[in-house]
């Protein structure tokens, strides 16, 4: 299958570039390098031992990737480009609306000139808001709270409409919870600009010494131990969900959404215990007030992706860990 991977240069489109070519299949990726180099091009060659195609552009530029489908006879898209800072996205929502909701738009439009039938799409556990019960289904009521979750649900809802209007299109919109970890090469992983905003990447940069210490978001929740629960997942198995969607669509038309996760959470104090045993390093950290916008507690019900997608994470946290601080000491060394 040749597959157009949009945003194929970040750290979740690296990994699902691997698994798809790995598995045989042929990986297109387009990428503006807004947030990302193009020697992750390279780097994905050197794992699989072969070059996926590259462009560089916008997703939403209509007439660039009409071209692109047609060039490489593209059967099925996974769009993954888009920014992803919630915080960014309240200070700046139109960015997030232009880059996002337009991209989204242009892509389609693309797609529906070339008759390209299947897409998967990149959703985020964050438009179910603060949740209702535990763990959250795909049923939760959406609750976004900021324009970057608007823009998921956005994307998720033209989508919705255009398979209504196209009964023969298939849509999975993936709805990750917390992707983190690296391919077990260490050559690629997650290396965000500037300073990280989620927890792995700053724990990681302050176990190597980059940074002085961790800022623990509250103490006080109503958590076992105070600290904010997620459902962590390995990114090499949320790449592989990328393909039992792709393969699901084979068989399936219409709009579907499947959460992938592990359906367990971790606290951030069991995190910074874990990566200390698996990397040898002191995490220092401080407890301060809770970070605005944060929700104590979120894992995912994942027995529609176990059972619709035949899909299931299998790697540990202790693997999150490790090839995460592989994939930085490799850096560290570059
Ligand atoms: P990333 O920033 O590493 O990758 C996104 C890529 O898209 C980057 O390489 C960037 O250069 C590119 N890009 C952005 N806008 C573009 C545009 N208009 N045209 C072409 N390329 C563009 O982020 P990621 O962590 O790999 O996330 C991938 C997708 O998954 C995003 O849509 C994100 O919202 C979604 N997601 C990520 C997480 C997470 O925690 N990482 C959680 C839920 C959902
Ligand atoms: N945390 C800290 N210190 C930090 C960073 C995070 O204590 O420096 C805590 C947070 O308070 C939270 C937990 O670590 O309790 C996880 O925080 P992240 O920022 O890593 O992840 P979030 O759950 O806040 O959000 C992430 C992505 C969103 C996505 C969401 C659900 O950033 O884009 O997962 O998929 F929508």
């Known amino acids: 299958m040749n597959v157009l991977l949009t945003g194929g240069c970040g750290y979740i489109g690296s990994h699902v570039a691997v698994v798809l070519m790995s598995a045989g299949h042929e990986a297109v990726l387009v990428d503006n390098l807004s947030n990302s180099h193009q020697t992750i091009v390279d780097k ?12 560089q552009g916008d997703v939403g530029e209509v007439a ?7 060039r490489h006879r593209i059967d099925a898209v996974i769009h993954l480009a888009g920014f992803k800072s919630v915080g960014e996205s309240v200070q700046q929502p139109l960015m997030y609306y232009q880059n996002n909701v ?8 693309a797609m529906e000139a070339e008759s390209i039938s299947n897409i998967v799409f990149s959703s985020s556990a964050t438009i179910y808001g603060d949740p209702q019960y535990l763990p959250v289904n ?4 959406k609750h976004v709270i900021n324009a970057y979750g608007r823009s998921k649900l956005h994307i998720e809802d033209m989508l919705r409409d255009i398979c209504i209007s196209r009964p023969s299109l298939g849509a999975v919109c993936l709805r990750y919870f917390n992707p983190v970890g690296a391919h077990q090469s260490g050559l690629i992983g997650d290396h965000p600009r500037g300073i990280p905003n989620n927890l792995m990447p700053y724990v990681v940069q302050v176990a190597c010494g980059e940074r002085e210490f961790l800022n623990v978001f509250g103490a006080d929740y109503p958590t076992p131990d105070g600290t904010g629960v997620r459902d962590y997942i390995h990114v090499m198995d949320l790449a592989e969900g990328h393909m039992a969607a792709l393969k699901y669509l ?5 709009w579907h959404a499947f959460n992938l996760g592990t359906g367990r959470g971790y606290s951030v104090l069991e995190m910074i215990r874990a990566f200390e045993r698996q990397s040898g390093r002191t995490v220092p950290y401080r407890l301060v007030a809770r970070r605005e916008g ?20 299998t790697r540990s946290l202790e693997d999150m860990c490790s090839s995460s601080w592989l994939f930085q000491s490799r850096l560290s060394t570059e």
């Open 44 to 55: 994905v060659a050197e794992i699989v031992g072969r070059s996926p195609a590259f462009y």
């Open 64 to 70: 660039f990737v009409r071209n692109i489908i047609r």
């Open 102 to 109: 337009c991209g989204a738009l242009g892509l389609l439009q």
């Open 138 to 141: 795909e049923a939760h009521p």
């Open 250 to 254: 084979s068989s399936n038309s219409g």
């Open 294 to 313: 944060d929700v104590a507690c979120s894992y995912a019900d994942v027995q529609a992706a176990t059972f619709e997608l035949n899909w299931k994470a």
